[in-house]
């Protein structure tokens, strides 16, 4: 990605400024930001799908894991018969797929961006995508769908009736494209987190190099190494923590070995509590 797109902050101030400071929506009087965000601890990392990472051929295996995932999957899931339900299902579950978690919240992205100790010697990042924007470059029927609903981005009911499944999708427009999909409350996570996904229209089409031709709808906030510590006790104070966002003993575990990791431990997996 350009330099020009990147905001690099030095302080908790500098980030709340560059992920905060264009939600002014003037249309509404309200703010309301336009803006998604991901948050990811390595500033050098593409916006790489899953799927993608299962090798060279993973283009014509997404179909087979996914079928054999509803295979598998019926007595512990009922999504319905909408393969939107059963990626957004899929996606939440670990499955390798096409879709990238995203968040409407700022923060959220960020508690994602400084949440794992061990890469505190890296520089993190948020990714801020205008989502509202981003919905012109989509092919006219699913303009006219999100019109129809008065909405910015699609559920699986929304998509459905349009495009009913990824052969559809692909066939809508010659262009890649990506649309934004919020998930069922599958689970307390995704209502906490604030989620939901992108979608490629393509497999193989990838965000960021999608991102390169329409400059204008992202930027990245860059959180230099020195800096984690301060947003994580901040975030912390402000109870954007795993205890909150992955409700449950796991989450609640997390937090606490985070929480008493000494800040000189290099390796926060070496520490007994």
């Not at 899931?77 to 996606?91: E, F, M, T, Y």
């Not at 879709?99 to 400084?114: C, G, K, N, Q």
């Not at 924007?133 to 459905?160: D, I």
């Not at 990506?178 to 604030?194: A, M, T």
Request: one cysteine or more.
């Amino acid at each position: 990605m350009k330099a020009e797109k990147d905001i690099v902050v030095n302080s908790w101030e500098e980030a709340q400024q560059a992920l905060f400071g264009h939600s002014w929506n003037e249309s509404i009087q309200r703010y309301r930001s336009n803006f998604i965000y991901r948050g990811s601890w390595n500033s050098k990392y593409n916006l790489d799908t899953s799927i993608s990472r299962l090798g060279p051929q993973y283009a014509s295996l997404e179909q087979h894991v996914l079928r054999n995932f509803k295979k598998y999957a019926h007595s512990n899931a009922s999504p319905g018969n909408s393969v939107w339900n059963w990626l957004a299902v899929a996606q939440h579950h670990g499955l390798p797929t096409r879709l990238l978690d995203w968040t409407y919240s700022p923060l959220v992205a960020l508690h994602f961006a400084t949440l794992n100790l061990s890469k505190y010697n890296e520089e993190g990042t948020v990714w801020c995508i205008n989502y509202v924007k981003a919905k012109e470059f989509l092919p006219m029927p699913l303009k006219v769908a999100l019109e129809a609903e008065g909405s910015n981005v699609f559920t699986p009911e929304v998509l459905e009736p349009v495009c009913e499944s990824l052969k559809t999708l692909a066939n809508l427009q010659q262009e890649p494209f990506v649309l934004f999909l919020e998930p069922p409350s599958l689970d307390e996570r995704i209502v906490h987190q604030y989620a939901l996904f992108s979608l490629m229209s393509d497999v193989k089409a990838e965000l960021s190099v999608w991102l390169k031709e329409h400059e204008e709808l992202y930027f990245r906030v860059i959180i230099p190494p020195e800096l984690k510590w301060e947003i994580r006790d901040k975030l912390d104070q402000a109870n954007i923590t795993e205890r909150v966002l992955m409700p449950g003993l796991s989450g609640l575990s997390a937090w606490l070995k985070r929480h008493y990791t000494h800040t000189h431990l290099k390796n926060p997996d070496e520490m007994n509590i």
